[in-house]
């Protein structure tokens, strides 16, 4: 069965995904194209402050937006909460929870997901942090353990219950780290007079030579600086292994007990099913040429994580940020604009790196762009800046820059409340 | 086994219940007492806006409070999240989720929830909307019925997706029928421009012969006439007696179909196992006497929703809202200051009634105070600033303040986003 949509003059583009390419390119096409968006959330998530909504600091609500909001009034573009199932083709169909859709042409931007790399005990007792009911999750598992911690008569257990472990050393593991690092530092310690801190520890566990892999090294070894005055322990060049719950085991002779271990070491792309065998490359992402044109496909384009653009210039593919997913959405809306069908002028797509950055805790950070690389406090104004700008919506960024200017004021977290209980699979 | 507790040489008061009533007695003698309160969530809700959080015009975050931060460095108070199974009030112990707590004195402050008066079917097929999940439940599943009413080729499927029916006509009843005329007025049909807004109902059915009942006769046939302007048809002298999730069966000749009927017509107490007998009173609450003493026990108290003070002036005992909690609290409260063993000087509970408000959707409200009685946008500022000054929490404030300002400025409600999907019991 098809969904109903309206029939009109111009070709149907369906984007599968409303994250950062998603939705770039919706706004580059919208009026010249019949633009269908498929997503299985009906808001669009600003991943890189998910770390904020995990540790207490901030509200999911403020850093999600309505899909539907964001295109309030655009005529011609169609919002269906669906599930993508599989792709047709030969058909130029995509069949999804809700009915098929016909396509013109078909943008797969599903973005990726924690992988574990086939570790299944470890996948079904540590926590991930991709998305926000995982990053909700997180924070009322936290507080749980720290509400049984209280309870505890055994102090070995007590003390599990109370250390978290965090396996990536990349941005995400390291901005976690830090907000937890703070989180013991200035915030738990009230909230649990009961408890003694000294006894609650933060191990940041990376497999490379430094944190923040992709930077420089002298940005690694001022996060790492930045992580150790927080009281977290770094551990480089260690795998971890396995983990049941409680006992974390690398390949090394360390061992660690935590109750909580967050895995953010490795994403996998999310692929949809009838993708050509040929486009299917490693990570779970999709091969694409330099216009993000699935290979062996005529009208199916592929943008963001999920996406591979395999060059001389970059045999690994692009790093799988969201400076890449608009960009290459931008590109891809440019090409559709100047000719969908004989693709005249089209251009092959050009990642200009505009930087990273990280913070770790209050008035420190790290940031490498092309106009300046540097470290502290400096730096952490810049990320607070650029990321409230990279916020969608008005009223998110008020109550964003809000937040962080009440947590800096009085050195607090207000949103420690587990308003959905974490359910454990724990054990399982 | 016993919990944890220090051992202090002060008289130990539990509390069972982290709202209105809890929250002021714990202030009230805190330092005089060794306070342990238990709730079985670590916040406490400010209720008379969960009707917002449900129509999407605020975060949850914001209207609640994390108990252990209210009560910060107080010596002597131990929160635990647990939930009170039994009472053992010969051993003065209470049994909960996490062990047993022996009591000097026992309040028991566990509030209300959503009675339906023993119809069942209509328990499994209607929403309720008495605590957080619950209102963020009724947020979601409106949402998913409005997305998939967008899906349904069949006319009277999608009428029955789009109506609401609210039962209750109540301060709550009243409040959501109100804020749900708002989204239909200004919100929905921007996101569903596909959608035909004339086919959509808000139907609120009472009981009683005008809505808002304990109000004067001015006031509930202003609120109907403003419930009326937001195209919310009132019935009045009705009664819903069955609900299969689909068809709504009242005790007239009247049948309405929508797929969502949210009832809020009736509350029952919360008691705890191991009250006296001869304390159980209608409505699942508990008859206590003049200085909120539990009858026939020696050390144990109640307030707020679940107490009920019988007396010639109350026969009905007290109202079950906000006021009344706070006034037995902060009475309770004095007196076990003044002496918890002699009981010398000890006032019986007198209520002040302060009045009532009820806002209906923007611009509108009624108030009845003893310094005033008006309805209209004068009113509706009052009652802004009323909630906004009883709300706990000075970021909740600003937050709260400022969500309601950028409302009203663009007749909008931002926070239309399904985080956790509502999974229908439906057809169960």
Chains 1, 2 share one sequence.
């Not at 269908?36 to 207490?56: C, E, G, R, S, W």
């Not at 999911?60 to 083709?89: M, N, T, Y």
């Not at 929870?97 to 007792?125: C, H, P, Q, W």
């Not at 013991?184 to 892999?213: A, C, T, W």
Request: aromatic share 10%; hydrophobic share 45%.
């Amino acid at each position: 069965m098809f969904i109903d949509l309206p029939q009109v003059n111009l070709p149907r583009l369906v984007i599968v995904g409303g994250g950062f390419a998603g939705i770039e390119l919706a706004k580059q096409v919208r009026n010249r194209f019949q633009v269908v968006m498929i997503d299985k959330n009906n808001f669009h998530t600003f991943q890189p402050l998910l770390y904020q909504v995990a540790t207490a600091g901030m509200e999911p609500d403020s850093i999600v937006f309505p899909l539907r909001k964001l295109f309030k009034g655009v005529k011609h573009f169609h919002f269906r909460l669906a599930e993508a199932q599989e792709i047709i083709p030969t058909k130029n169909i995509i069949k999804t929870s809700i009915g098929e859709i016909e396509y013109d042409y078909l943008v797969i931007a599903t973005g990726s997901t924690t992988s574990y790399f086939g570790m299944e005990r470890l996948m079904a007792n540590s926590m991930p942090m991709k998305s926000i009911s995982e990053a909700l999750d997180l924070r009322s598992c936290i507080l749980q353990n720290f509400e049984k911690a209280i309870n505890t008569p055994d102090l070995k257990e007590r003390e599990a219950l109370m250390n978290l472990v965090i396996v990536g050393g990349g941005p995400t593991g390291v901005e976690l780290a830090g907000a937890l690092g703070e989180l013991k530092k200035h915030v738990l310690p009230n909230d649990y007079p009961e408890l003694d801190f000294r006894r609650m520890q933060i191990h940041l566990i990376d497999s490379g030579e430094r944190v923040l892999g992709s930077f420089e090294e002298k940005a690694s070894l001022a996060a790492k600086k930045f992580l150790e005055e927080l009281d977290v322990h770094v551990w480089l060049n260690m795998r971890v292994t396995d983990y049941d719950g409680l006992e974390v085991t690398t390949d090394s002779t360390e061992e660690f007990r935590a109750a909580t271990l967050i895995w953010a070491a490795g994403v996998v792309g999310v692929r949809i099913q009838g993708i050509p065998d040929s486009a299917k490359t490693r990570g779970g992402r999709i091969r694409v040429d330099a216009f993000n044109q699935v290979v062996d496909t005529t009208n199916i384009f592929s943008l963001g994580d999920v996406a591979a653009m395999e060059t001389d210039a970059t045999p690994q593919a692009h790093p799988q940020v969201a400076q890449v997913a608009i960009q290459m959405a931008t590109n891809l809306g440019k090409n559709l604009k100047r000719s969908a069908t004989t693709r005249e002028g089209w251009k092959p797509f050009q990642y200009k790196d505009k930087g990273s950055m990280a913070t770790v805790g209050r008035n420190r950070a790290v940031v490498e762009a092309s106009f300046m690389k540097t470290q502290g406090i400096f730096a952490w104004f810049v990320w607070m800046f650029i990321h409230l700008i990279a916020l969608v919506g008005f009223r998110n960024r008020v109550v964003v820059f809000f937040n962080w200017l009440v947590n800096y004021i009085n050195y607090d977290r207000g949103l420690r409340v587990i308003i959905r209980p974490f359910l454990p699979r724990k054990n399982s």
